[in-house]
């Protein structure tokens, strides 16, 4: 075999090294971030379960009647800004739902979980967005979001708009600033659709991994490189490595 045969057989055999390194870096990607959102499926799932279990149990303890956890009178709370709004139901959910909302915070990919019925508006935050309302509108933005109504915004009306068994997923542009995917699940209360269960996750951890898995394919391409490049060197004979005289001149008189 001659010496370009050689190195030809060489770079196909590093281009399909390198193709397949980049392929299985990729699927590993994928079943990751595949992962993160089942987990935060199950958990958006289940706060549906809980929450319709917490109403029902509200109203055979007769804290709330059925009429009363379907209010829709928003009542506007005056001075508030982003305006926010109470009902006949959202101080007992305060005191009784509040607390396994917090629960799903301990989730670090969990940015918020919250219960928010059919036409956007918010009862019960979790706690650290549910601070009192001041004068400042930036900190009121993002820590006084209880209360609030946010079918403005289109991810929102698309989750609650959804009536099947399992969730939706949609990417949520916050108005915070922040991007992040939304999974929601639907809530049902005596055979009829209340709201969602929603749960923000960040994308934080999955910038984290992309950006590990660009290091590690460059890390691997340079290894392939180097690895090829040593090959390429021991195959080619040393008369062609070595540096060449140069030619010596005739002698003159």
Not at 122 to 130: A, E, I, L, Q, R
Not at 209 to 233: A, D, Y
Request: net charge positive.
């Amino acid at each position: 075999m001659n010496l370009k045969k050689k190195i030809a057989i060489i770079i196909a055999f590093c281009i399909i090294l390198s193709a397949s390194s980049i392929l299985i870096i990729t699927k590993i990607f994928d079943k990751t971030e595949d992962m993160l959102f089942l987990k935060c499926q199950m958990e958006a799932l289940i706060g549906s379960k809980v929450m319709n279990t917490f109403m029902e149990l509200m109203i055979h303890t007769n804290q709330l009647t059925v009429g009363q956890v379907v209010d829709t009178d928003y009542v506007e709370i005056q001075g508030t800004s982003p305006k926010k709004y109470t009902t006949k139901y959202d101080a007992i959910f305060d005191t009784t739902i509040q607390k396994f909302e917090d629960e799903f915070l301990n989730d670090p990919d969990v940015v918020f979980s919250i219960i928010i019925d059919k036409n956007g508006y918010v009862p019960t935050h979790n706690s650290k967005y549910s601070k009192p309302p001041d004068q400042n509108e930036k900190e009121n933005l993002y820590y006084s979001r209880s209360k609030r109504n946010f079918s403005g915004k289109p991810e929102i009306r698309e989750i609650l708009q959804y009536r099947g068994n399992g969730i939706v997923k949609y990417p949520y542009h916050r108005d915070t600033g922040e991007l992040m995917w939304n999974i929601g699940t639907p809530v049902q209360l005596r055979g009829a659709h209340w709201g969602s269960f929603l749960i923000g996750i960040s994308l934080h951890r999955i910038d984290i991994i992309k950006n590990q898995v660009i290091i590690i394919t460059v890390t691997i391409m340079i290894i392939i490189l180097s690895f090829t490049l040593l090959i390429i060197m021991a195959v080619i004979p040393q008369k062609y490595l070595q540096p060449q005289s140069p030619p010596k001149k005739p002698d003159t008189e």
